[in-house]
């Protein structure tokens, strides 16, 4: 399903790195950024959650609110979140129910193998529940920069 601005992001229930139940409208009437990673301790995927780590002041300045996603257990966000200080919530969709929802989980190539995996995709939410932006195919690098822009 191809999710398009303006409309109403899926809802959904999942747990997060503490074994929390989290659900996305508990953030209803603060803009998020909702960003899906493809795996935990990763180098992009390091250096994604470490920007928006040390730019979180900045996001909550702008009234928002960031969750990871990737499909990863809760222990194994435990370690990442852990092992980097991270100042935000992991979420755990070992179901794939939310990275299908979101139309992240994609087919993959590396080395000329195909596989099934998290396309690195950012989506902003606002304050009313609706996707204001789409960042598909997120380049690590100026991605921090662009979401606060966005913001």
Known sequence: MDLK??????????LNDS???VKLSDFKG???VLYFYPKDD???CTKEACAFRD???EIKRKGAVVLGVSTDSVQSHEKFK???D????LLADTDKKIVEAYGTW???SMYGKKYMGIERTTFIIDEQGKISHIFPKVKVDEHYDEVVKAL
């Open 5 to 14: 601005i303006g409309q109403k992001a899926p809802d959904f229930t999942t």
């Open 19 to 21: 074994g929390e139940k």
């Open 30 to 32: 603060k803009k998020i």
């Open 42 to 44: 990763t180098p992009g």
């Open 55 to 57: 730019g979180i002041g």
């Open 82 to 84: 852990k092992k980097f």
């Open 86 to 89: 991270l100042n935000f919530p």
């Open 106 to 108: 994609k087919e993959k």
